[in-house]
T-cell receptor, first 111, second 114 residues
Framework: GENVEQHPSTLSVQEGDSAVIKCTYSDSASNYFPWYKQELGKGPQLIIDIRSNVGEKKDQRIAVTLNKTAKHFSLHITETQPEDSAVYFCAASSTGNQFYFGTGTSLTVIP | ETGVTQTPRHLVMGMTNKKSLKCEQH?????MYWYKQSAKKPLELMFVYNFKEQTENNSVPSRFSPECPNSSHLFLHLHTLQPEDSALYLC?????????????FGEGSRLTVL
């Protein structure tokens, strides 16, 4: 099955700085890569996703890049704010199959 | 109510107890999932129901027994659990089991096994 690795496990940034979280995957059949944000006491919530036919996708301060050749994808958050503090999970899946999640990155934005 | 609702939010049980976790979704989705979330581990898929039929069972011990009476409700029956089963159990739903749609998660049921 698929194996998704996520780094770093913890990340602290000053408010206003950028944060980058990286994931690698092993199965070349994977074609859908979502990112979820989990705030304390809540369930994960989708914040952005990318499909294999696209190299980059942006939504306001959040962007995701995908390198299919190298089998890695990254989440970029610019102009970080305290409310961005949460645990972020990457995932990978292929059509008709389950999602495989990374181990999560705990992001702390220091005011 | 909207979204995915899980009850109870917290549960403490002994190893010989029988309890159940309940999940309800009001999104009109056809697929429902149980995930186990443990510290520093990936979200672990336990069961998937697609149109009320179980399609995935990832080698979950028989002390966990799912039930999906209709497309809006999902239960996880717990029996003779072990302390290592202590975790956050998340229910999720999606339009269908396609591997390419958004998962909508509940807030989870925090289970402690003594």
């Amino acid at each position: 099955g698929e194996n998704v690795e996520q780094h770093p496990s913890t990340l602290s940034v000053q408010e206003g700085d950028s944060a980058v979280i990286k994931c690698t995957y092993s199965d070349s059949a994977s074609n859908y890569f979502p990112w979820y944000k989990q705030e304390l006491g809540k369930g994960p919530q989708l914040i952005i996703d990318i499909r294999s036919n696209v190299g980059e996708k942006k939504d306001q301060r959040i962007a995701v890049t995908l390198n299919k050749t190298a089998k890695h994808f990254s989440l970029h958050i610019t102009e970080t704010q305290p409310e961005d503090s949460a645990v972020y999970f990457c995932a990978a899946s292929s059509t008709g199959n389950q999602f495989y999640f990374g181990t999560g990155t705990s992001l702390t934005v220091i005011p | 109510e909207t979204g995915v609702t899980q009850t109870p939010r917290h549960l403490v049980m002994g190893m010989t107890n029988k309890k159940s976790l309940k999940c309800e979704q009001h999104l009109g989705h056809n697929a429902m999932y149980w995930y186990k979330q443990s510290a520093k581990k990936p979200l672990e898929l336990m069961f998937v129901y697609n149109f009320k039929e179980q399609t995935e069972n990832n080698s979950v011990p028989s002390r966990f027994s799912p039930e999906c009476p209709n497309s809006s409700h999902l239960f996880l029956h717990l029996h003779t659990l072990q302390p290592e089963d202590s975790a956050l159990y998340l229910c999720a739903s999606s339009q269908d089991f396609s591997g390419s749609g958004e998962l909508f998660f509940g807030e989870g049921s925090r289970l402690t096994v003594l």
